[in-house]
């Protein structure tokens, strides 16, 4: 198994290998040489809530996939895995997020969330595509890889 993550370039978009162990030594682009944002490493999913909503997802330059969840929702628990996958398999480019509907009415409000899970795709905060229901990996991997993320597998 590769150890690696693939950081996209803020600067120039260049898709940068960088070795897992190496991550803190302030890697710089190959192509253009400027500083890789790492801040912008995810490898599992983070939460997101009505208050971080903007700046976690609608603010954040790049692919984002948003689980709009609840605890009691089976089928919900039955994807929680395959969104672990999916962020440590698209580290560095594609951003996993999600939110507990139940504790977050706002936000699945205001995007018009009725049934769950629900996984809305956005790019550069513009909201691109929505899934619905328990999806195996690799429908959600093929709706990723449509909208132009890149594995690090």
Same mark, same amino acid.
């Given at each position: 198994? $590769?150890?690696?993550?693939?950081?996209?370039?803020? !600067?120039?978009?260049?898709? !940068?290998?960088?070795?897992?162990?190496?991550?803190? =030594? /302030?890697?710089?682009?190959? @192509?253009?040489?400027?500083?890789?944002?790492?801040?912008?490493?995810? $490898?599992?999913?983070?939460? +997101?809530? $009505?208050?971080?909503?903007? %700046?976690?997802? *609608?603010?954040?330059?790049? *692919? +984002?996939?948003? $689980?709009?969840?609840?605890?009691?929702? @089976?089928?919900?628990?039955?994807? @929680?895995?395959?969104?672990?996958?999916?962020?440590?398999?698209?580290?560095?480019?594609?951003?996993?997020?999600?939110?507990?509907?139940?504790?977050?009415?706002?936000? @699945?409000?205001?995007?018009?969330?009725?049934?769950?899970?629900?996984?809305?795709?956005? /790019?550069?905060?513009?909201?691109? =595509?929505?899934?619905?229901?328990?999806?195996?990996?690799? %429908?959600?991997?093929?709706?990723?890889?449509?909208?132009?993320?890149?594995?690090?597998?």
């Amino acid at each position: 198994m $590769d150890e690696s993550i693939i950081v996209l370039c803020s !600067n120039c978009g260049a898709k !940068n290998r960088i070795p897992k162990d190496r991550i803190n =030594d /302030r890697p710089k682009c190959g @192509a253009c040489h400027m500083p890789l944002n790492i801040m912008s490493f995810y $490898d599992r999913p983070v939460v +997101v809530t $009505d208050t971080n909503f903007k %700046q976690e997802v *609608l603010d954040y330059a790049g *692919l +984002v996939i948003v $689980d709009f969840w609840a605890p009691w929702c @089976a089928p919900c628990r039955m994807v @929680a895995p395959v969104l672990e996958r999916i962020a440590s398999e698209y580290a560095g480019t594609v951003k996993v997020a999600k939110l507990n509907v139940d504790e977050n009415p706002i936000t @699945a409000s205001s995007y018009g969330i009725r049934s769950i899970p629900s996984l809305l795709i956005f /790019r550069d905060g513009k909201h691109v =595509d929505t899934l619905v229901g328990a999806m195996p990996y690799e %429908q959600i991997k093929s709706r990723i890889d449509y909208h132009g993320a890149y594995s690090s597998n």
